[in-house]
């Protein structure tokens, strides 16, 4: 039997690449208030999965020419693509921080996949996460500061690998909140919607859902209303940990931290452009 040949229900979905804390909530209900993006509650995909555990249906599906992976990507598939349809609209928009711990097998799950890189200063980035830990959602953890720069680097990482790897549009959540159109009016020719202003006012529309487990839902974001980000922390009280990746982005010049000139040389700007990368900045 020939190998499966891996088609899909979901066309051109996007995918919002970004670590915890910064901003991809805010830029879910943005995208979601066009007409033509479908922009649901977060769902880790890393944590949908097929059980095929018992000898008899390995042998099964290993007689059909599937493997384990092959069954995930046909469950998140049709559970993307049924939750579109259902929404009336054409273009699916899905956020998950944890979704780029695995950018590698969504990118060959959707070959066609669209990818929006959202970039926010680290250190603010984590100081976010810390004050947000609570432990009915992470049990296990500590919520110590050392914890949350680990998991914070960890995504953070994650969103700087998929970067290099990958065709996509970088925003950062900075310029989102100071300048929203000028922001999003980019991002919306990249996916080939039209930007309507309307989006700008996401608290009109009744169909965000801000709750625990499906990312942020403070005060803040409940207000319906862009808001100013807090600034970050000054570069002597950057976490030693997070120099690095701080200058990689650009948020740190070679002389503010350890290590930055490394950093900043690993990641060259004229890097995106090579691979035809579209970057807000």
């Not at 976010?128 to 050392?146: D, R, T």
């Amino acid at each position: 039997m020939p190998p499966p040949r891996g088609e899909r229900l979901l066309v051109a979905p996007v995918f919002i690449f970004s670590a915890a804390r910064s901003g991809s909530t805010l830029l879910r209900a943005v995208l979601g208030g066009n007409s033509r993006l479908y922009a649901p509650p977060e769902l880790p995909l890393a944590h949908l999965s097929v059980r095929a555990e018992t000898r008899w249906i390995q042998a099964s599906m290993t007689a059909l020419g599937l493997s384990a992976e092959d069954l995930d990507h046909m469950l998140w598939d049709r559970v993307l693509a049924d939750t579109l349809r259902r929404s009336g609209k054409p273009t699916i928009v899905a956020k998950t921080p944890s979704n780029v711990l695995i950018w590698r097998r969504i990118a060959a799950c959707w070959p066609d996949a669209r990818f929006v890189f959202l970039l926010r200063h680290p250190a603010a980035a984590v100081a976010s996460l810390h004050a947000a830990w609570h432990p009915s959602w992470h049990p296990g953890e500590s919520g110590s500061l050392a914890e949350a720069i680990g998991k914070g680097l960890r995504y953070m990482t994650g969103v700087e690998d998929a970067r290099r790897s990958l065709p996509g549009f970088t925003i950062r959540y900075e310029d989102l909140t100071s300048d929203p159109e000028g922001t999003v009016r980019p991002l919306c020719d990249y996916l080939r919607v039209p930007f309507e202003p309307l989006m700008l006012e996401y608290g009109q529309f009744a169909g965000h859902r801000f709750a625990p487990g499906l990312g942020d839902a403070s005060d803040k974001i409940r207000s319906g209303r862009i808001q100013p980000a807090v600034p970050p922390p000054p570069p002597p009280d950057i976490p030693a940990e997070l120099t690095d990746i701080c200058a990689a982005w650009g948020y740190l010049a070679p002389a503010d931290g350890p290590g930055a000139d490394r950093a900043a040389a690993s990641v060259p700007r004229q890097r995106a452009q090579e691979k035809g990368d579209h970057t807000a900045r």
